[in-house]
């Protein structure tokens, strides 16, 4: 009796477990779709997005120009390579640009927006003598840039090794800048400076260089963002090529984690945000082009 009880009970168990399966809700496949980019810089000859940066009102790329080929670039050159602020907005559409730096060599390879709107810039700049030309960026600069794109101050620090800042940041009251140096066995380097541009020392150390995420997230008040190079087809996503790469930018629920939506995105991806008041932004780089792309979302 006992016995025939068990089986009586795992025969509708086995019966409830069935009837709940096929009354289960099953998820539809998502199918790619094709996104493309909001605006392509056109660079060429060496020229190159370093940063992307946004405010609640505009978007902004900070890099380095060799050549005046860009219909971004529409200051003239101040000689041989200049660092370079562009400001566009939530469109993408242009609204000023300015070349940083000398009649020597240039680069700005950093950025920060602060809270009231200014943009600093930083980069390294050749140091040239009456007697000499410059033999290499040993110049430490950061730039300060109103939000209207007039340069405020531009602060230097000359040095005895060739010092890129790859980060400036805010910490407490002072930023802190953070970069790549040429010292044989230090190969990075850290200093700080106070707001009214005063460079304190340069404490280089033998930590390695962090390389550079390949897989870039962004999150915004309702969903969950991630781009991404995939070498082969996702589970569960229709229309992604079977025997390429295709690069991803998924969009999902920060309620319940579930898949949203999935694009294809031109070039591999360099920097992912999410701005309130802009949307998504994401920079890609593609045949020595730099495409930026945007998504109006909450």
């Not at 509708?12 to 909001?38: E, H, Q, R, W």
């Not at 009251?173 to 040429?182: A, D, K, M, R, T």
């Not at 579930?258 to 701005?275: A, M």
């Amino acid at each position: 009796m006992k016995r025939a009880l068990l089986l009586a009970t795992a025969i509708l168990f086995a019966f409830t477990s069935s009837a709940f399966a096929a009354t289960k809700t099953t998820v539809a496949p998502l199918t790619i779709n094709n996104l493309a980019p909001t605006i392509t810089t056109n660079f060429s000859g060496g020229d190159q997005v370093s940063t992307l940066l946004t405010s609640p009102s505009a978007i902004y790329l900070v890099g380095t120009a060799e050549t005046n080929t860009s219909q971004l670039l529409t200051t003239a050159p101040l000689g041989g390579s200049d660092g370079y602020l562009i400001a566009l907005n939530s469109n993408g559409t242009h609204n000023w640009d300015l070349r940083l730096g000398t009649s020597g060599d240039d680069v700005a390879s950093t950025g920060y927006v602060d809270v009231t709107g200014n943009i600093w810039v930083a980069g390294a700049s050749a140091v040239a003598t009456s007697t000499a030309p410059a033999a290499g960026l040993n110049r430490l600069t950061v730039w300060e840039i109103s939000p209207a794109g007039l340069l405020l101050n531009t602060f230097t620090k000359d040095l005895t090794d060739v010092d890129v800042p790859t980060s400036i940041t805010l910490k407490g009251p002072n930023f802190i800048i953070q970069g790549v140096s040429s010292r044989v066995g230090a190969p990075t380097f850290t200093l700080s400076m106070t707001p009214l541009g005063k460079l304190g020392s340069v404490k280089n150390s033998p930590t390695k260089p962090i390389a550079s995420s390949q897989i870039f997230s962004a999150t915004s008040a309702a969903y969950g963002w991630l781009s991404y190079v995939s070498p082969k087809p996702i589970g569960g996503v229709l229309g992604m090529p079977l025997h390429q790469s295709t690069t991803v930018l998924i969009k999902s629920s920060l309620k319940d984690r579930s898949l949203k939506g999935i694009y294809s995105v031109q070039g591999v991806p360099i920097s992912l945000t999410y701005q309130n008041g802009i949307g998504v932004v994401e920079l890609t780089s593609l045949s020595g082009s730099y495409l930026l792309t945007v998504i109006h979302t909450k």
